[in-house]
């Protein structure tokens, strides 16, 4: 079936420093890639997403590109912000209805 | 538009009880869907639907009930709470065509 693995967290940072949240992904198909983002007591927020192979997301300083060879999807930040503290989800979707299948989530704290 | 709405915010049952979690989008979009998040395991999808009287079941739907009778609402109902329905409820939608799935903010369910 399809599963999404994510790095573990919590990371923190300080502000300005470089971020990285791995994401990999088993599925089946041609899937669409996405980072979701929760903020504290809020519902997730589309980040970026990604539609085909070797396609780059990007959104608020954040990207992600697509490698089918490595069935990846990496989040990328150059200069974090105390702002972007939160949880990062990557996702897939999947099947006949498109459902996502989500990762754990990674927490990420930037420190001032 | 005020996008996808979930009520109650927060809400305490005893085991045995039964409650619904309402779900409604003013998007007019087809697919809508209710997945729950637990610690460290993402977002796991419970239900869905395609449209106005079709649902499925998605990863984890033992306990849950749910119907579409109209295209904005989804409401979402457990039958006799169990303490491991104790997590947090996301409703999300979209329209046919897209990827992008918006969520609601999400109810917080504790059964004791």
């Known amino acids: 079936g399809n599963s999404v693995t994510q790095m573990e967290g919590p990371v923190t940072l300080s502000e300005e420093a470089f971020l990285t949240i791995n994401c990999t992904y088993t599925?089946?198909?041609?899937?669409?890639l996405f980072w979701y983002v929760q903020y504290p007591g809020e519902g997730l927020q589309l980040l970026l997403k990604a539609t085909k192979a070797d396609d780059k997301g990007s959104n608020k300083g954040f990207e992600a590109t697509y490698r089918k060879e490595t069935t990846s999807f990496h989040l990328e930040k150059g200069s974090v912000q105390v702002s972007d503290s939160a949880v990062y989800f990557c996702?897939?979707?999947?099947?006949?209805?498109?459902?996502?299948?989500f990762g754990s989530g990674t927490q990420l704290t930037v420190l001032p | 538009n005020a996008g996808v709405t979930q009520t109650p915010k927060f809400q305490v049952l005893k085991t045995g009880q039964s409650m619904t979690l309402q779900c409604a989008q003013d998007m007019n979009h087809e697919y809508m869907s209710w997945y729950r998040q637990d610690p460290g395991m993402g977002l796991r999808l419970i239900h869905y639907s395609v449209g106005a009287g079709i649902t499925d079941q998605g990863e984890v739907p033992n306990g849950y009930n749910v119907s579409r009778s109209t295209t904005e609402d989804f409401p979402l109902r457990l039958l006799s709470a169990a303490p491991s329905q104790t997590s947090v409820y996301f409703c999300?939608?979209?329209?046919?065509?897209?990827?992008?799935?918006?969520f609601g903010p999400g109810t917080r369910l504790t059964v004791l």
């Open positions: 999300a939608s979209r329209t046919e065509g897209t990827d992008t799935q918006y």
């Open positions: 996702a897939l979707n999947s099947g006949s209805a498109r459902q996502l299948t």
């Open positions: 599925a089946t198909g041609y899937p669409s």
